[in-house]
């Protein structure tokens, strides 16, 4: 059974206006603060562990990111998730502000304020106009490999379900208060930058060392860790690192997407075992395919990569699960995923989510809903 992790990013917004809040540092200071108080804990001890040593500063001051330990069960990543996100909501609240799971904010309001750092600074010198659009949070999944070579392999096999993965996450239909139109803006932002997109496909794991060194000094990219692909290896890490995903408004829409990443990651390794063959995928259509799961969401077709074509958004997310079926079987997750694509399919995405709470009851019933989701169950 494969190990995961996850890497999620949160947004600070004011609760009225739902305009991102400086105040991570603040947040931050606060959940240290009560981990260092708090009882010795209960069984499971993921639900309850200290937190602290797993939080850090993302780029804008309004960010927060949670890196999660090293699962081995879907259960565990629960446990440890909905802890997490309970504390979080609690030490917002705190500062009066709400911790949303979004990819993009509702609002935004001229120049961003960074976080204060030599890399970050870096970032802002190196993209430049670009960083006012730079409000986007992530959902990142790292599953285990037994070597650099492996995760090659890997890589050059879900490349084409990558698009199939950000439908499913979308989760950030508005900007500057208005519906842009896209299920997932924070994409369309991400593909500004130098190095967004799919992963090409590598001859082996020199070819891949090669290319991605190449890149250090071009294009802003000042060193392997702003290669921003949507899936590459982990720098820190021996993981496949998949970063396509917009962040989720709840848990267990987090839990979907971990699942079947892992599932994907085991049925490539497999494959390249067998010797079997990538899926290929026109590089052209392969973009194209992201840039339209981008827009589409999963509420009309997409690409599905096993013909090349276009088909319903239900059909193709069939075919990514029955692709690995065997994988989800071994894991113990096929019942548990099971029933989260049942739930999936009932609520829709987080960008149907946000769009119909905004129609229903305006920026109240939109604000309500991001800050019940956050550490709901279910």
């Known amino acids: 059974m494969r190990t ?10 004011d609760s009225a206006t739902l305009h991102p809040l400086p105040v991570s540092t603040q947040v931050q200071s606060l959940l ?3 981990s260092s108080t708090a009882a010795p804990a209960p069984t499971p001890p993921t639900a309850h562990v200290d937190h602290a040593p797993f939080v850090h500063s993302e780029f804008l001051a309004s960010q927060i990111e949670h890196s999660s330990p090293v699962f081995d069960r879907l259960d565990q990543a629960e446990a440890s998730l909905l802890g997490f996100r309970s504390r979080l909501a609690e030490a917002a609240t705190a500062l009066n502000s709400v911790a949303v799971g979004v990819g993009a904010p509702f609002q ?6 960074v976080t204060i750092s030599a890399r970050y600074r870096r970032v802002e010198e190196e993209f430049r106009g670009l960083i006012p659009d730079h409000l986007i949070n992530g959902l990142h999944l790292h599953v285990g490999i037994p070597s650099q070579e492996a995760g ?3 890589l050059n096999r879900l490349r084409v379900w990558l698009p199939v993965l950000l439908a499913m996450s979308s989760n950030s239909p508005f900007w500057n208060g208005r519906d842009t139109g896209f299920s997932s803006w924070r994409s369309i932002h991400a593909r500004r930058w130098s190095t967004g997109g799919c992963p090409p496909y590598f001859a082996d794991v020199a070819d891949y060392h090669r290319r991605t060194q190449r890149l250090v000094g071009v294009a802003g990219t000042f060193d392997l860790h702003t290669i921003w692909w949507g899936a590459r290896l982990a720098e820190k890490y021996p993981t496949v690192e998949v970063r396509v995903c917009d962040a989720q408004l709840d848990t267990p829409s987090t839990l979907l997407l971990a699942a079947l990443t892992r599932a994907l990651v085991s ?5 390249a075992e ?3 063959c990538p899926v290929f995928l026109e590089p052209e259509l392969l973009d194209a395919s992201l840039w339209h799961a981008a827009r589409e969401g999963v509420q009309a077709r997409l690409i599905n990569p096993l013909s090349g074509e276009l088909a319903p958004a239900r059909a193709v997310v069939r075919a990514l699960v029955t692709s690995v079926t065997d994988a989800l079987e071994e894991s113990g997750d096929a019942e548990q995923v099971s029933h989260l694509l049942d739930r999936f399919w009932r609520l829709g995405t987080g960008a149907d989510r946000q769009r119909y709470a905004l129609s229903s009851g305006g920026t109240d019933s939109l604000g309500t809903l991001l800050r019940t989701t956050l550490n ?3």
């Open 274 to 276: 067998r010797g079997r």
């Open 32 to 34: 240290r603060s009560r």
């Open 152 to 154: 090659v392999e890997a």
């Open 376 to 378: 709901a169950c279910d």
């Open 267 to 271: 049925t490539a390794l497999i494959a």
């Open 108 to 113: 935004t309001d001229g120049w961003p304020e």
């Open 4 to 13: 995961f992790g996850v890497e999620e990013e949160f947004m600070f917004v």
